[in-house]
């Protein structure tokens, strides 16, 4: 089921989310939903608090529209390694039509549960690592604009109130 993206600047967005102790039906759907989700909308990632659940649980899909898509799940992930650095374009689901440059690490190395319940490790670089960084992050309650200058964070608050003020169809 495809469920409602909550959007910046929703309270929601900034909790820090529960690590998951048990994976059974319940994981399962909302997992199912994540992914069903994060295609319609369509994204390259999603993070269980987008969607208003305050679980540690992450989706995310880096293949191009012409590859086979290759679902991660990753259940209570964590960055066991990081190196290099980036500077990319990232965009969010939760805060959209906005982009910026964001400075990650160029490669990580993820640490987490696949849905069997099984322990899984993921090397990434490129795309990857930057989808695992932007969503483990949300299950801190932190956006990709967190991590841009301060003066390029008032203009886009700036920005965002007054598109938000505008009647709606004004674009």
């Known amino acids: 089921m495809v469920r409602k993206i909550l959007s910046y600047p929703d309270p929601e967005l900034k909790k820090k ?10 994981t399962r759907e909302l997992v199912r939903d994540m992914a069903e989700t994060m ?5 390259v990632g999603l993070a269980a608090p987008q969607i208003g659940v305050h ?18 799940v ?27 440059n964001v400075r ?5 190395v993820v640490k987490g549960l696949n849905l069997e319940g099984e322990e899984a490790t993921w090397k990434a670089d490129g795309l990857l690592a930057i989808a695992f960084q932007h969503e483990i992050d949300h299950l801190d309650g932190i ?3 967190d ?17 938000s003020q505008e009647p709606e169809g004004n674009e």
């Open 74 to 100: 990753a259940i209570n992930p964590v960055i066991i390694h990081a190196e290099g650095e980036s500077y990319e374009e990232e965009g969010c689901l939760s805060v959209p039509k906005y982009a910026a």
């Open 143 to 145: 956006l990709f604009i």
């Open 147 to 163: 991590h841009i200058s301060q003066l390029k964070r008032e203009l886009f608050r700036r920005k965002y109130r007054r598109s």
């Open 104 to 108: 990650r690490h160029a490669k990580v």
């Open 55 to 72: 679980q540690r649980v992450i989706v995310i899909d880096v293949a191009g529209q012409d590859e086979q898509p290759e679902l991660i």
């Open 17 to 26: 989310s529960q690590p998951v102790t048990i994976i059974n039906d319940n």
């Open 39 to 43: 295609y319609d909308a369509p994204g």
